[in-house]
T-cell receptor, first 117, second 111 residues
Framework: EAGVAQSPRYKIIEKRQSVAFWCNPI?????LYWYQQILGQGPKLLIQ????????DSQLPKDRFSAERLKGVDSTLKIQPAKLEDSAVYLC???????????????FGSGTRLTVV | DQQVKQNSPSLSVQEGRISILNCDYT??????FLWYKKYPAEGPTFLIS?????DKNEDGRFTVFLNKSAKHLSLHIVPSQPGDSAVYFC??????????FGGGTRLMVKP
């Protein structure tokens, strides 16, 4: 099966600019996650979708970050305006459902490396 | 507040020997624990998981041990191979559907 697709792979922007990341999960996976991984740290959950509904966005900085999952398939994550501390790898992951994801793991994409200068 | 900690940032092991990666947690409500492996420029790859009602789970060369009283889990890789060189993350799940990751341990397996 095809993996989780993410684009772009790399992005460099100036602070206060906006940026968007795109994710296409594995076909049939109902649960989609966006994680932020700062250099030297483990991934941190930003938002979790079940189909096109938000399950958890408690750690999403809603004043600048937004995410949507149209029709329960693709998802986009946007940052507006970006800050220097947003420099990180943004990982998208998916699983059949949240329960299956615990037993068989989430499938992660390769991520988008964002550098804010 | 780091609920999941991997106190060893790096570990070096000779090929063929056992690699033991450790993880400590503070939240007794975690119900599942997972291990992921990450190569540079790639996303994390799932290795193995364990439910909080078990104390051991094995899959090929990988075994995870869970000690609930000590709030400690470990991943054993036997025998270690050079291809196992990567960053390993432990992660813990709570009923709120959130997966919390540790900071990672870089494993280097020397030929």
């Amino acid at each position: 099966e095809a993996g989780v697709a993410q684009s772009p792979r790399y992005k460099i922007i100036e602070k206060r600019q906006s940026v968007a990341f795109w994710c296409n999960p594995i076909s049939g996976h109902a649960t989609l996650y966006w994680y932020q991984q700062i250099l030297g740290q483990g991934p941190k959950l930003l938002i979790q979708f079940q189909n096109n509904g938000v399950v958890d966005d408690s750690q999403l900085p809603k004043d600048r970050f937004s995410a949507e999952r149209l029709k329960g398939v693709d998802s986009t994550l946007k940052i507006q305006p970006a800050k220097l501390e947003d420099s990180a790898v943004y990982l998208c992951a998916s699983s059949l459902d949240s329960g299956t994801g615990l037993i068989y793991g989430y499938t992660f994409g390769s991520g988008t490396r964002l550098t804010v200068v | 507040d780091q609920q999941v900690k991997q106190n060893s940032p790096s570990l070096s092991v000779q090929e063929g020997r056992i690699s033991i990666l450790n993880c400590d947690y503070t939240n007794s409500m975690f119900d599942y624990f997972l291990w992921y492996k990450k190569y540079p420029a790639e996303g994390p790859t799932f290795l193995i998981s364990i439910s909080s009602i078990k104390d051991k789970n094995e899959d090929g060369r990988f075994t995870v041990f869970l000690n609930k009283s000590a709030k400690h889990l470990s991943l054993h890789i036997v025998p270690s191979q050079p291809g196992d060189s990567a960053v390993y993350f432990c992660a813990a799940h709570n009923a709120g559907n959130m997966l919390t990751f540790g900071g990672g341990t870089r494993l280097m397996v020397k030929p």
